[in-house]
């Protein structure tokens, strides 16, 4: 070892001994933690259940409610799925019990037996919800004791058949105290005495005589004909037997307080108080009255809707309008907004077949641009307004022009069309009416001198040659074809028929020759549909000695007119 080796021997060895026992300390203390970590499981389960509980309870909830308000959001994600349906079933069990209670009372409101309640209701100024309970609740007596007055002991005692046994004396004890007690503290003058109480969910009617009285017990809601069926029964023993007390023997009169002897007598005096049975015509009347008017609301108001549906569809199907809103207070009126084109049909227009009863409906529109073809056709045709021989067609946002149209038009309408609202492509197949005019005013021009060319010849006098027959039909096919070259040319149409002659003759004698052939080639264009009004026979053509045509036969010459304005 070297000197400096033992010097930092000396120097250090208590430091260095103090280090390694420090760190023996921290290896044992991490070898205990990892030892509790994987004991601890097994010591929390085995520990008795109520100290542990005790321990833990605090820094449980301390940790709990420091968990819920720094981490509420992850609590609350984890609790939902848990949460969730236990709200929807506690909701889902409150509307059950909501739509049963509802049932319950529309089943009484629509029915017969309900309108007559409410008949009695209105009639006898008691609420309907009275009226339900004393007719629609049933009652049940249960036990019924007959007490002597004075010493408070049982004479009789009757309970209906599935109700288990009281104890009598008990009962008789506690009901002679009570009405004691009524009697000298809580009655005036000692009159009063305890007539009704509640027992439970049982009530308790108590009816008292001279030596006697007679207390049942009774499950639900009793009519007052119970209580007087009660005094009747109790007047009736104390009529009967004079001596009524702990020696008496009722016999034959103990039938008459069993619980479905007075039940019965209850009913036996309802039936008696409400007088002679009434006809059910009456109501059956009103019935039938309601009915009726539910009946015509119902087909007045289905009638009703049926015309507000037809306007609602009318207006989704109008071009250029877009239907937002559309109210209607029953046969009174109808409030209608949308958005409307300015080129669109009036939205009037949409329910203008629908039988409305008079209702002009209101109605409320701001404007927007529309996409329609319809519309856009009407768009097109303001903006543009083409001439009579063009025609303008929209389909799919594509613009389709088509005929014959100025080159000043036509230009325009080029420069134009693209920008019209609602147009995607425009297509123009429209040429110049100038050039048009002139290619039909030449091919007029030469089409008029074929046709003054051609010659039906005649053999002698108005005997035509076996060939006329074929030329008049080539001459008035040329006309048809002419007339269609005039239309485009824009003049006017007169077919003058002109007869011809030979030499031989004379004068006089060749003009009668050439009226009659021209009358008979005029006849015969007439006659193979050219129109009368087109054609003038001429006899004399009025040509210049040296320019006569010698010749037997007869032809069309063409003269074109200008179209009046």
Aim: glycine share 8%; aromatic share 4%.
């Amino acid at each position: 070892m070297s000197d400096l080796d033992r010097l930092k021997e000396l120097l250090l060895a208590e430091e260095r001994e103090a280090l390694a026992r420090a760190e023996a300390r921290v290896e044992a203390i991490e070898r205990d933690r990892a030892a509790l970590a994987e004991a601890l499981p097994k010591l929390v389960r085995d520990a008795p259940s109520r100290p542990m509980a005790s321990a833990l309870a605090e820094p449980v909830a301390e940790a709990l409610g420091s968990a819920v308000r720094e981490h509420r959001r992850s609590i609350v994600d984890a609790l939902f799925p848990i949460i969730g349906p236990m709200i929807r079933k506690a909701i889902t069990e409150a509307l059950r019990g909501l739509m049963n209670d509802l049932n319950g009372v529309l089943e009484q409101s629509f029915t017969l037996r309900g309108l007559r309640w409410r008949l009695e209701a209105m009639r006898s100024g008691v609420p309907y919800a009275q009226v339900v309970l004393r007719h629609g609740l049933r009652y049940r007596v249960d036990h019924v004791f007959l007490i002597e007055r004075d010493s408070g002991l049982v004479l009789h005692r009757a309970s209906a058949p599935d109700q288990p046994e009281l104890d009598g004396d008990a009962i008789a004890g506690m009901l002679t105290a009570i009405g004691q007690f009524v009697r000298d503290s809580v009655g005036r003058d000692g009159g009063d005495a305890l007539e009704a109480a509640r027992v439970g969910s049982s009530v308790l009617w108590v009816v008292e005589g001279p030596r006697a009285f007679l207390a049942c017990f009774i499950d639900g809601v009793p009519p007052e004909s119970l209580r007087a069926a009660m005094a009747d029964a109790l007047e009736r023993l104390h009529a009967t037997h004079a001596d009524l007390g702990v020696d008496s023997t009722l016999g034959e009169d103990a039938a008459a307080l069993a619980p479905e002897a007075l039940v019965a007598a209850a009913a036996a005096d309802a039936d008696a108080t409400a007088g002679p049975a009434r006809s059910p015509w009456p109501l059956r009347i009103v019935a039938l009255v309601l009915l009726a008017l539910v009946a015509a609301w119902w087909v007045r108001t289905h009638r009703w809707e049926s015309r507000v549906d037809a306007v609602r569809t009318a207006l989704e199907a109008h071009p250029g309008f877009v239907l937002t809103s559309l109210s209607s207070r029953t046969w009174r009126s109808i409030t209608i907004e949308g958005l409307v084109d300015a080129d669109a049909e009036p939205p009037a227009a949409a329910w203008r077949g629908v039988d409305l009863a008079g209702v002009v409906p209101a109605i409320t529109t701001r404007g927007y641009v529309s996409g329609d073809d319809a519309v856009v056709t009407r768009r097109a045709t303001r903006l543009l307004a083409p001439p009579d021989g063009v025609s303008l067609t929209v389909a799919g946002g594509m613009l389709a022009l088509r005929g014959e149209a100025d080159s000043a038009w036509l230009d325009d309408a080029r420069a134009r069309a693209a920008w019209i609202a609602g147009v995607r492509e425009v297509s123009i197949e429209v040429s110049d009416a100038h050039d048009a005019r002139a290619r039909a005013a030449a091919g007029l021009a030469l089409l008029a001198d074929e046709i003054g060319s051609r010659f039906v010849h005649f053999t002698h006098d108005v005997d035509v040659a076996p060939d006329a027959a074929l030329r008049v039909e080539a001459i008035v096919a040329d006309i048809a074809r002419a007339r269609v070259l005039a239309g485009s040319a824009g003049v006017a149409l007169r077919l003058h028929a002109e007869g011809f002659n030979d030499a031989p003759g004379s004068e006089a004698v060749n003009a009668d020759l050439r009226v009659a052939r021209a009358a008979w080639l005029a006849r015969e264009l007439v006659a193979r549909g050219v129109p009368a009004t087109m054609v003038e026979a001429t006899g004399d053509v009025g040509v210049a000695a040296g320019d006569a045509i010698l010749v037997r036969g007869a032809r069309v010459r063409v003269v074109q007119e200008a179209l009046a304005p």
